[in-house]
């Protein structure tokens, strides 16, 4: 180190700017942690904005020529004029941290407009359609747009307030599987790991500001990057309580390096207050259950003779005694006494009741044993946990059967209930409480979480016409795992921001017919082009932005008609769709649900070029989503001044504030009043005369400015 302060003193006595620079770089290097996980951070992180018009003052890339399949050039070019000729705009545009100065003149159609994260953004929302099936539930939202964007913007909207966070980012499989500024990560990039920790880090430090102390973020991986995001996890999740499940998503296997592999992860973080709900499937056991006429499920009670293993005679010497039954009520006495190895036992033993003795006789004949002791045996006569089942003449013995020590467990748990006893007999009934009894393990082992039949097959079967999307996760395996953090939560809003086909929103619409919840999700996905359509697509001369590249993206050909048809029960051709839906709720898909869902898209305004009319109506999406994305929205500035909806209302003009609190009082419902002005002391006054249960809510008169975010920086 001492060596390394020399040689900084020494560029510095040389050229002080690069000295100082150097000395930056090393104080960074030496401040990173000795342990966890170290990476680059790669910043900054810049996304592409293909179709945003190109304005002055932009940062752009310059686009190769159409048809051409050629990278495009990475360098990062200003928009220092644009001229205008007969229709064709012409940018002057300069080389960013050039060396040498380079300036170009671009036609404006051959650049695309770059917002890198250190750059402030003013997001807005732009409503691309909608299904209505729900009545007044909330909306499922569906949000097509770089998501590190859209987290920002859901800091204003959703801070502290999503219950359930479910993401299945990319895997970093080295099949270029995702993009990192604007280009796919392969194998043979050195930086592949680090760029993938920077880009979830960067994600997950915003997402957590999202969640309630009582929510949790679930977040699956395989085996490229499980060990490393463990650490992620536990360096940017401090406070919460991470768990790591096993999930056989895959029971034929892939072969991969020496062994056949069958499972990916899921890593579940629950927040200081979370709270878990107990499932009716731990999602590895099987629990012999019995369902019965009256809908309820009753234990399987265990066959008191020894089977398996040490089950002769001689193997419990203790555990061979006669059990008291009387034949005519089937009732079980008590255990006799038990029957040294050295006597025979005597199968006409009668007492002056009528009474006779049942001894333990093996299937092959042979003289067995039970599987409690004399003590035990007689403690369960008492409380009825002993049953007599028939007789069986080959055998001379009585199928006898009883409650094992995990019942009885259960009972003390009030996981099982004792229903009644039988009058005669004296046997109790005993059923499962609720439906939810059991804890969920962490090795899920459940054939409806294969990926192929529950995923790829289910998708295709709602998009018909070969729409495909790459490795969705099974429908009943996202269920399984929200419901292990929502089940007790019918109002939980539930965020995914890597949607991909929307297997998440499907998942919370399962969930909410099975206990009438009115969950609402929100997802999130850009519009990326699957990778090998892509040069296809170039080669025809198409480029991200028109019309014809982004109608084959993955949020408008995949994650929208995904969620439309799941709602609607018909497939985007309108042919009802074909199956049903399995597992814990089984009905046709043609069914579809009672929910709704609106669709959206991230819009980046500057907020010198919109009016304000526009720029209010792209915040207006934000201002609904904070109030709960229900009933109806303010989408235009309201010529009154003021205006009212559902669950919130917008006051503009401050000298109509009378009016608007008297509007506000006769609602019922109303959770926010939106203020807009700039002046302090006037927010406060309308403030104060609106009722305790509506949340006053500031906003500047530059709409826009109320959501300018950066923090990438
Ligand atoms: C592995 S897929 C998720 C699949 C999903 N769980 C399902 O069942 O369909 C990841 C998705 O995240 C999207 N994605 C990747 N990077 C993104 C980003 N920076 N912003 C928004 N979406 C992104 C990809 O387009 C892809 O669809």
């Not at 995702?178 to 430090?205: I, Q, T």
């Not at 061979?320 to 006495?333: A, D, E, G, L, R």
């Not at 006051?651 to 959770?671: I, K, P, Q, T």
């Amino acid at each position: 180190m001492s060596r390394l302060t020399d040689l900084i003193a020494r560029a510095k006595a040389k050229d002080r700017a690069l000295g100082d620079e150097l000395e930056r770089e090393f104080k960074a290097l030496a401040s990173r942690r000795a342990f966890g996980l170290n990476f680059e951070r790669h910043r900054p992180e810049s996304v592409e904005l293909p179709g945003r018009p190109i304005r002055r003052g932009d940062k752009v890339r310059i686009l190769p020529p159409r048809g051409s399949t050629a990278k495009g050039d990475p360098r990062l070019w200003k928009v220092l004029r644009i001229d205008e000729d007969d229709g064709k705009r012409t940018a002057h545009v300069s080389l960013i941290d050039a060396a040498e100065p380079e300036t170009a003149d671009v036609a404006t159609d051959n650049l695309v407009v770059v917002a890198e994260f250190r750059d402030y953004i003013y997001p807005g929302l732009v409503s691309t359609g909608k299904v209505e099936r729900g009545g007044d539930k909330p909306y499922h939202t569906v949000i097509n747009g770089e998501n590190f964007h859209v987290l920002e913007a859901l800091t204003y909207t959703h801070r502290g307030k999503v219950d359930a966070i479910y993401i299945d980012p990319p895997y970093n499989s080295g099949a270029s599987d995702w993009k990192y500024n604007n280009n796919y990560v392969g194998d043979d990039d050195l930086y592949r790991h680090s760029k993938w920790l920077a880009f979830m880090e960067r994600r997950l430090l915003v997402a957590k500001n999202l969640l309630k102390p009582s929510g949790a973020l679930i977040v699956t991986i395989d085996e490229h990057e499980v060990r490393r995001l463990g650490l992620l996890l536990e360096q940017t999740l401090q406070g919460f309580t991470i768990q790591q499940v096993t999930i056989v998503n895959n029971p034929k296997g892939v072969t991969q390096g020496y062994l056949s592999r069958v499972e990916e992860y899921a890593f579940f973080c629950f927040g200081p207050e979370c709270t878990i709900y107990s499932a009716d499937d731990d999602l590895l056991t099987f629990r012999e259950t019995k369902e019965t006429e009256d809908g309820l499920s009753r234990p399987r009670w265990k066959g008191l003779l020894r089977s398996g293993d040490e089950a002769q005679r001689k193997d419990r010497e203790q555990m061979f005694y006669p059990v008291w039954i009387n034949p005519k009520s089937k009732k079980i006495i008590r255990a006799g006494e038990y029957l040294p190895l050295d006597k025979e036992p005597d199968f006409e033993l009668r007492d002056e009741e009528g009474n006779t003795a049942v001894w333990p006789v093996r299937k092959d004949l042979s003289l067995g044993r039970w599987g409690v002791g004399v003590d035990t045996f007689n403690n369960l006569v008492k409380n009825g946990y002993v049953a007599l089942g028939r007789y069986d003449k080959k055998r001379r013995s009585w199928g006898i059967t009883y409650l094992t020590e995990q019942h009885r467990a259960e009972i003390e748990e009030g996981i099982l209930s004792v229903l009644s006893c039988d009058p005669i007999t004296g046997v109790a009934d005993v059923a499962y409480a609720g439906a939810a009894t059991r804890k969920v393990r962490t090795v899920w082992h459940r054939t409806s979480h294969d990926a192929g039949a529950y995923g790829t097959d289910l998708v295709g079967a709602l998009l018909g016409n070969g729409r495909a999307f790459p490795f969705p996760k099974s429908l009943y395996a996202v269920e399984d795992a929200l419901r292990v953090v929502v089940r007790g939560k019918p109002n939980a809003v539930v965020l995914d921001f890597f949607s991909g086909s929307g297997t998440t929103a499907h998942a919370v619409m399962r969930l909410n017919r099975q206990d009438g919840g009115r969950r609402q999700s929100i997802c999130v996905t850009n519009n990326e082009v699957r990778a090998t359509e892509q040069a296809t697509l170039k080669k025809s001369g198409l480029r991200p932005g028109d019309a014809e590249w982004e109608q084959l993206g993955i949020c408008d050909y995949i994650t929208k008609p995904r969620i439309r048809a799941a709602i609607t029960g018909k497939t985007p051709e309108g042919e009802d769709i074909d199956g049903d839906y399995k597992f814990t709720d089984e009905f046709p898909m043609t069914e579809g649900f009672e929910e709704n869902a609106e669709f959206f898209t991230l819009t980046y305004e500057t907020p010198v070029a919109v009016h304000h009319n526009l720029a209010f109506q792209r915040i207006a999406p934000l201002l609904w989503m904070r109030a709960g994305a229900e009933g109806s929205r303010i989408d235009a500035l309201p010529d009154q001044g003021w205006a009212v909806a559902e669950t919130y209302g917008l006051l503009v003009d401050l000298d109509r504030s009378a009016e608007f609190c008297d509007a506000v009082d006769a609602c019922d419902g109303l959770r926010i009043a939106f203020i807009v002005t700039d002046d302090d002391r006037r927010f406060q006054s309308v403030a104060r005369r609106l009722p305790d249960s509506v949340e006053p809510i500031r906003l500047y008169e530059s709409y826009l400015s109320n959501f300018r975010f950066s923090m990438g920086r």
